[in-house]
Each structure stands twice: as C-alpha cells, then as structure tokens.
C-alpha cells in the first residue's frame, strides 16, 4: 500500500506539504477519544473539534473510543459513538468499549463489531480495576478474534492491572488477534519491558502516545522491535493531538520507518477487519 492509498474504510483526507515542503506520509491515529474525563482538562471533546485538529495536522484518520464509554457507561458512551462514525464515516473509526464487569457485555460487543466503522475493542483494566489477563476479558478476545477485528488495551508498567507482564499472558492465549499496547507501558520504565514483549509475542503490537514519550523513546523502541510492530496514537481529546504527532514527525527515524509508524502499521491491521 502506499502513501497515498486511504484503504479500507478510510478517508483520505488532507496531506498537507512537510516543514520543507516535501510530501508528508498519510497518518492514521490508532488510538484516540471522544467526550470528557473526570478531573482532567479537555478543552474540546467534540467529534467536530477532532476533526478540525485532524485536518490542522494531515491526520486522515483516527480510531477513538467514546470517554464515556471507558468510563462510568459503556453502553451510552458506545451509543454515542456509533453516532459519530455514522456522521463522520471514514475520518473516525470506533473502538468499542468492553466492561467486563457488564453481564451483557459480550453479546452488545458482537453486536457492535457488526456495524460498519467499528474496527475494533478498546479494553481499559485499570478502570475496571481487573487485570487483562482475568477471564472475564476472554468473550472480548473472542468476539474480536471471530470478526477479525483488533484490541487496543491501556498499559502501565507497574501497574497490577495492566503491567507489560498482564500482556505476555495474555497475548499468546489468543494469537490471532492482534493487541495493541496502549501507550506501550506509559513511563519510560516500561518502554524496555514492552519491546521484549513484543518481541516474544507475535500479535503485540505497540502504540506511541503518552505524556512521557519522546522522539528519543521512539527511536529507541524502533531499533528494539521495528517499525512494522509500532504505531502511531495521539490519545487525543485526551492529550494534544500536535505533541503526539509531532515527536514522530520530527524523531530521528529513516523515513520508511516514520511511514510504517504514521499509517503502514495500522493499515495492514485494518486491513484485516472484514466488512
């Protein structure tokens, strides 16, 4: 696939020049938000305030799950959200949040796998205070694993939720399926411990945005595990779309390798979401 391909289910969207006027790679964002979050300052949680950073930026797409949804309601922040791909098709694509404490949470997630712009499951344990690896998480692998979608799971290192070590348990349990590392452990403590993860662990696949990750982290991890197991997130609303971006426009990375960060590696996973 090349720079400019949109891909399955994508908007091209814009692709303005680089900082010499060079030719900018297309850029998906693999992990994003809509809404707010309680005690955290989001001056915009908008779709439409998305999009508009989005186009400021060249990001043609972006993957969010609704804050809600990871947050007090699943349900209504799920609902929320279908509203928004439905409005926005192309430029936003949706993680469906799982609440493994929702006994009704498998049959709404395999119904929400269905609609069209879902491409995946977003799994939060330390919200829900229960770690990964628990049981209660395996019908979200499995109704991801049955409609060839991804996950994308927050990380911490550390933490007795979502630790890399709650990863590597999990991961080979259901290999098909690919799992995003969510911030890939978060702290710099972590990076190490989440590179040799992903290299024991086919399906793991790390993810860049966090208010500690710098270009040289980036670097750093893209010598330890490749650019083809690394992509690039935001976490905007959340945190500021520009900072995330902007440390892998300007990291010291072969241009191949910044592509492969900016769109090549969630390509190829979107491309393995059937219709």
Not at 28 to 44: E, Q, T
Not at 229 to 245: C, H, N, P, Q
Request: proline content about 9%; glycine content about 10%.
């Amino acid at each position: 696939m090349t720079a400019g391909d949109a891909g399955p289910g994508h908007a091209a969207g814009p692709t303005p020049a680089g900082p010499a006027g060079g030719h900018r790679p297309r850029i998906v964002d693999a992990h994003g938000h809509l809404g707010r979050w309680h005690a955290f300052a989001i001056p915009d949680g908008s779709a439409a305030g998305l999009i508009a950073m989005m186009d400021r930026c060249g990001v043609a797409t972006a993957c969010v799950s609704h804050l809600l949804a990871v947050g007090p309601d699943a349900r209504a922040g799920n609902a929320l959200l279908l509203d928004e791909l439905a409005a926005h098709p192309g430029r936003l694509l949706g993680y469906a949040v799982y609440n493994p404490h929702d006994p009704e949470a498998a049959p709404r997630l395999r119904d929400l796998l269905e609609v069209p712009g879902v491409v995946g499951v977003k799994l939060h344990p330390e919200v829900h205070e229960l770690a990964l690896d628990h049981p209660a998480y395996t019908p979200a692998f499995e109704a991801a694993a049955d409609h060839g979608r991804v996950v994308l799971a927050h990380s911490r290192h550390g933490c007795p939720y979502s630790g890399v070590r709650h990863f590597t348990s999990v991961a080979p349990r259901h290999p098909e399926v690919p799992l995003l590392m969510g911030h890939s452990g978060l702290v710099p403590a972590g990076y190490a411990p989440a590179a040799e993860a992903a290299a024991r662990c086919p399906s793991l696949v790390l993810e860049t945005c966090g208010s500690r990750m710098t270009a040289r982290h980036l670097v750093r991890l893209v010598a330890e595990t490749g650019a083809h197991r690394i992509a690039f997130g935001s976490d905007a609303v959340f945190l500021d779309l520009r900072t995330g971006l902007g440390r892998v426009l300007l990291a010291d990375l072969d241009e191949p390798d910044r592509e492969q960060i900016l769109h090549g590696t969630m390509d190829a996973l979107l491309a393995r979401s059937r219709p």
